[in-house]
């Protein structure tokens, strides 16, 4: 089994529409991030979680959320999806923050 | 603060050829640098990596790369290129503290010929 796993893998949504992105983990690491990627742009840090009550804004937050229900879980929210929010997303594990990052296998996320 | 460039956003090589992916790195504190490989259709998995000590760093498929403070680089070679090495390829940095992240490239997409 995958230790990072994320659903759903693909998701189709509607201008406005509020969604919900879900990251699991079993490496038992603290430390959890949500990236987005977009071509020639790399990855862009979304937000990170250095443990279940510590969760920090990254480079480009606005017009998401997120919550840290567990050690192992973390889920990035799109309250009013919006074109430009289409991307594929991508949530990493770390046990510190200079070490490896893990990665899910993303989700492809499509605005109308 | 810590940034990271990628020179040449696609770079082509002929199977068998020589692989370079440059990268050149901004850090104020002596850094932690990673090259991550993305194969289509999956989340990116770590290659290589420097901390400390030997500047030569060899990583998994037969990539090195080499941290050369003087040039604030860190690219990432493999003296032959195998089809199987067709993926993008992202240089990331991290200061030496466990407050930081790690801050990555803009990616680099590697094609092979035949």
């Known amino acids: 089994d995958a230790d990072v796993t994320q659903t759903p893998r693909n998701r189709i949504t509607k201008t406005g529409k509020r969604i919900m992105l879900e990251c699991s983990q079993t490496?038992?690491?603290?430390?959890m991030y949500w990236y987005r990627q977009d071509p020639g742009l790399g990855l862009r840090l979304i937000y990170y979680s250095f443990d279940v009550k510590d969760i920090n804004k990254g480079e480009i937050s606005d017009g998401y959320s997120v919550s840290r229900q567990a050690q192992a879980k973390f889920s990035l929210s799109l309250e009013s999806a919006i074109p430009n929010q289409t991307a594929l997303y991508f949530c990493?594990?770390?046990?510190?923050?200079?070490?490896?990052?893990?990665f899910g296998p993303g989700t492809r996320l499509l605005v109308l | 603060a810590q940034s990271v460039t990628q020179l040449g956003s696609h770079v082509s090589v002929s199977e068998g050829a020589l692989v370079l992916l440059r990268c050149n790195y901004s850090s104020s504190v002596p850094p932690y640098l990673f090259w991550y490989v993305q194969y289509p259709n999956q989340g990116l998995q770590l290659l290589l990596k420097y901390t400390t000590g030997a500047t030569l760093v060899k990583g998994i498929n037969g990539f090195e790369a080499e941290f050369k403070k003087s040039e604030t680089s860190f690219h990432l070679t493999k003296p032959s290129a195998h089809m199987s090495d067709a993926a993008e390829y992202f240089c990331?940095?991290?200061?030496?503290?466990?407050?930081?992240?790690?801050?990555f490239g803009s990616g680099t997409r590697l094609s092979i010929r035949p």
């Open positions: 990331a940095v991290s200061a030496y503290s466990s407050a930081s992240k790690i801050i």
């Open positions: 490496k038992g690491h603290d430390r």
């Open positions: 990493a594990t770390s046990s510190g923050g200079q070490e490896t990052q893990y």
